[in-house]
């Protein structure tokens, strides 16, 4: 299915390279959730202004991440505090899983469609973009929030809202 | 319609559906004490676990070999089909899964979905979309998780596990899951040789967009994705004749889910029956999608439905159906997987009688 990009977000923004992600409060232990974030927020921003989105127009909106790698560093800092016989601090296993961040986004936006992340079997834009086309050809949605991330430092994200048609 | 032609499985009660079915039949738990890793600093010590500590891609492997096997893929068939998996992602997982596919004869993998506890079901609606669509004859889909020292610190460390070591859904007293090993293949058709265990006849996903780890207590995410499972399939609630919930045995998330399951099947919510075998199976994560459905296609090939073991007495907030006794049929000819993870994303299949 042909999709159009509605608005796009990218971080780091152009002429910032290497610009950490704002941190984002309980994805303290990884950049993973707050680079994606960044990107998603940009472009949520540059189409609907402020969240969140009207309930209608959030029920119809589907969220789709697509990884390079899974969020290893929120994986080594449960790891170590094993390792060294530690409690695991309570929200590394929520930020383990990559649903969290989007379940997050979807949260303050009022997105409620559905929700679907991968890995990235190759380029991430393109496994996003293919996850979206998927979505939007069966009418689960009329707009896809895909995000492509590749979190190995220092990290990028682009989130395109796509929607169907030319 | 997509079909379940190829079918393997993998949990604590061993390998292969029978195992599993037998294990089901008997309403015992799967559960023992963990020994693969060391519990003492925890408040939990048991899971639904295999003996020593079996590789998971390995296992897939195999799975994925057998389910193959099963549904008579010849090599060329497997050369042209893609594969789909659920696991919960790490640094090389891709590839890793890349080398797997190509061990397997198949063409490549296609999506690694990784949304916790919805993910097999997210995989298996990629797999049916597509087969429906015509984009694909066939895909198979395979999905793992195995019980791991870090894996269990966190969700012990979190407070979830249950410490009595037992896991009981929608009932008084619940205190939380039992984690548990699974791992699954399903090869999915649009026609096939062999005779189909199921047919994936609808799917839903939502997100709910309330909390990352605490559920709508009216249930509101699961159930906009039944609500679009039964209108993609065209099938009325009137027609569900079991309901295999994701119910982990959490205080809130059952509550909401029961909420759900009333809501979403109106008005014959208080009559479908419904079970949660993870009290049997553990909590398998990121496979349960998949594990779940191959309870369902054993449920319906058996016409008996699986318990919702270690059940101590009614809940208010979960007024439902519970098979809580063997020798119950299924009420009618489909049944409904649950699964919800967090992020608050829901995913359901809509699996019917061949």
Request: some cysteine.
């Amino acid at each position: 299915m042909h999709v159009t990009v509605r608005s796009e977000g990218r971080w780091p923004p152009p002429g910032s390279p290497g610009e950490p992600p704002p941190p984002v409060p309980r994805f303290e232990a990884s950049a993973f959730a707050p680079l994606l974030l960044a990107a998603a927020e940009r472009c949520l921003g540059a189409h609907y202004g402020a969240p969140p989105v009207p309930p209608e127009a959030g029920r119809r909106t589907a969220l789709v991440l697509a990884a390079t790698r899974g969020d290893v560093a929120t994986q080594a800092a449960i790891d170590d505090a094993v390792a060294r016989g530690r409690p695991v601090a309570r929200q590394l296993l929520f930020q383990n899983v990559p649903s969290t961040a989007l379940g997050h986004l979807g949260i303050v936006w009022g997105l409620t469609g559905p929700l679907v992340t991968t890995l990235a079997i190759g380029s991430p834009e393109h496994a996003a973009e293919a996850t979206a086309a998927r979505i939007l050809a069966a009418g689960d949605a009329d707009h896809v929030l895909a995000v492509a991330v590749d979190p190995t430092a220092p990290g990028t994200a682009t989130a395109r809202l796509l929607a169907g048609g030319r | 319609m997509p079909r379940v032609t190829g079918l393997a499985v993998l949990t604590a009660y061993g390998s292969g559906p029978e195992a599993l079915w037998d294990g089901l039949l008997s309403e015992k738990p799967a559960t023992t004490a963990v020994t693969r890793f060391d519990t003492t600093r925890h408040r939990a010590h048991d899971a639904c676990t295999l003996p020593g500590t079996p590789d998971l891609f390995a296992e897939l492997e195999r799975l994925v070999a057998e389910a193959c096997d099963q549904a008579r893929l010849s090599r060329a068939e497997r050369s042209r089909t893609p594969l789909i998996v659920a696991v919960h992602a790490g640094a090389d997982t891709a590839d890793r899964l890349t080398r797997l596919a190509a061990a397997c004869g198949l063409r490549e993998v296609l999506t690694v979905h990784t949304a916790a506890c919805a993910a097999a079901a997210s995989a298996v609606a990629e797999a049916a979309q597509l087969v429906a669509d015509g984009a694909e004859d066939r895909v198979v889909v395979a999905a793992g998780s195995f019980v791991d020292a870090s894996m269990f610190a966190a969700f012990d460390d979190a407070g979830i596990l249950a410490p009595s070591g037992a896991a009981r859904p929608f009932s008084a007293g619940r205190d939380g899951p039992v984690l548990g090993d699974g791992a699954a293949a399903v090869v999915v058709e649009r026609t096939g040789t062999v005779r189909p265990w199921l047919r994936v006849a609808g799917w839903g996903n939502a997100a709910e967009g309330y909390h990352v780890c605490r559920p709508h207590p009216e249930g509101t995410g699961p159930a906009a994705a039944i609500a679009a499972a039964l209108r993609r399939a065209g099938v009325g609630p009137e027609r569900i004749g079991y309901v295999n919930a994701h119910a982990t045995a959490t205080p809130a998330f059952d509550a909401g889910e029961a909420a759900a399951i009333l809501r979403a099947l109106a008005p014959h919510g208080p009559h479908v029956p419904v079970s949660s075998t993870k009290a049997l199976h553990g909590h398998c994560l990121e496979a349960s999608g998949l594990v779940e459905l191959v309870v369902c296609a054993l449920a319906l090939h058996h016409g008996e439905l699986p318990v919702n073991a270690g059940h101590l007495g009614p809940d208010d907030d979960c007024a439902l159906d519970l098979v809580l006794d063997r020798g119950r049929a299924p009420r009618a000819d489909h049944a409904l997987s649950l699964n919800t993870g967090f992020g608050g994303v829901s995913a359901v299949l809509l699996l019917a009688k061949p």
